[in-house]
């Protein structure tokens, strides 16, 4: 079994293999719902317009990016095109409780793409 863990202050993180729900922080609840599933490096989005497919890619104490497997349409809205051009989205764990793993979506140092809670949920 392959889990991804993160240092988080007092907290070990872990991202471990199962199947999670995003909640968003309240000012980005406009955002659409999904889940996703982790296996092993793999992330499966599942209940979302897409369902894509990603291959975790860890970097730095408690960072990872998506790395997708499969081939890109040109699907992206204009906001995410703007975000995408100004670096590789990545997600920074920042704290955890049992199966809650905070998270905040960064496009670079200095945007913030959006924020909120991993929920494992089996």
Request: a positive charge; charged letters at 25%; one cysteine or more.
């Amino acid at each position: 079994m392959v889990s991804f863990g993160f240092k988080c202050a007092n907290n070990n993180c872990l991202l471990e293999n199962g199947k999670y729900k995003v909640v968003y922080d309240k000012k980005f609840t406009d955002y659409p719902k999904f889940e996703f599933v982790i296996n092993g490096q793999n992330l499966t989005e599942i209940n979302s317009d897409s369902n894509r497919k990603y291959t975790i890619e860890t970097f730095g104490e408690n960072s990872f990016r998506l790395k997708s497997i499969e081939k890109q349409t040109d699907s992206l809205t204009e906001f995410q095109k703007a975000l995408m051009s100004n670096g590789k989205p990545y997600y920074v764990i920042t704290d955890c409780k049992k199966d809650t793993i905070d998270f905040t979506m960064r496009v670079n140092l200095h945007v913030i793409s959006h924020s909120g809670k991993f929920v494992r949920i089996k």
